[in-house]
């Protein structure tokens, strides 16, 4: 009986472990790119969210902005065991969450950008849903998705981030009412080119 479990076991470790090589062949459908600092529990969480997708086909970009905590060697032990994940120390002077963002965004393949932090959880099916969704509508630069709040775990509160308003998002914006978070939107890589970077010398609202 341990012979056979332990076969269903190596199997189905070798038929993951093709699949993820086989994805890495090609060019990636979605790019993730995750600033860090010393979150190494949480960030954990959010890669484990990214490996429970529906759709496989990612590249997960961590950026590190000098974590002094445990990040850098799980983050070589999660690169070894999934090679769809990258790890980055930032190169570049300036420090803060923008700064990685963009040292990701240049070292990313994928047609779609996606960011998150390194607190974020993604439902199973969110890049399925929102990869069909701009594929369907291919006018689209960008498309924003729902945001829901929780404390310990997902589905623990009924909060969202972002309720609709019969007010235009810029106006919003203007407000200080910021009607979606940085998570929300899935954007189009040749959009996000056409834009330029973010805005490294703000502390928020980049």
Same mark, same amino acid.
């Given at each position: 009986? @341990? +012979? #056979? #479990?332990?076969?269903?076991? &190596? $199997?189905n470790s070798f038929l993951r472990k093709k699949l993820r090589d086989s994805l890495m062949t090609a060019t990636p459908t979605v790019s993730i790119i995750i600033?860090? &600092? @010393?979150? !190494? %529990?949480?960030?954990q969480q959010t890669l484990d969210s990214l490996s429970e997708q529906t759709l496989q086909d990612w590249e997960a970009l961590i950026v590190d902005d =000098? %974590?002094?905590? %445990?990040? !850098?060697? $799980?983050? +070589?032990?999660r690169c070894q065991q999934d090679p769809r994940i990258k790890y980055i120390q930032r190169s570049s002077r300036?420090? =803060?969450a923008p700064a990685c963002r963009n040292e990701g965004t240049r070292q990313a393949d994928g047609q779609y950008i996606l960011y998150l932090d390194a607190d974020d959880y993604l439902a199973p099916y969110a890049l399925r849903s929102r990869v069909t969704h701009l594929d369907a509508h291919s006018k689209l630069d960008f498309a924003v998705f729902h945001c829901a709040l929780f404390r310990d775990l997902p589905g623990d509160t009924d909060l969202l981030w972002n309720i609709k308003k019969d007010v235009p998002d810029l106006d919003r914006f203007l407000g200080f /009412?910021?009607?979606w978070q940085t998570m929300c939107p899935l954007w189009r890589r040749e959009t $996000? /080119?056409?834009? =330029?970077?973010? +805005?490294?010398?703000?502390p928020s609202w980049q």
């Open positions: 009986q @341990n +012979r #056979v #479990v332990d076969l269903k076991s &190596f $199997i600033p860090t &600092f @010393n979150r !190494a %529990s949480l960030l =000098g %974590s002094e905590d %445990s990040t !850098a060697e $799980i983050m +070589r032990q300036t420090s =803060g /009412d910021m009607p $996000i /080119d056409k834009l =330029g970077s973010w +805005r490294e010398d703000l």
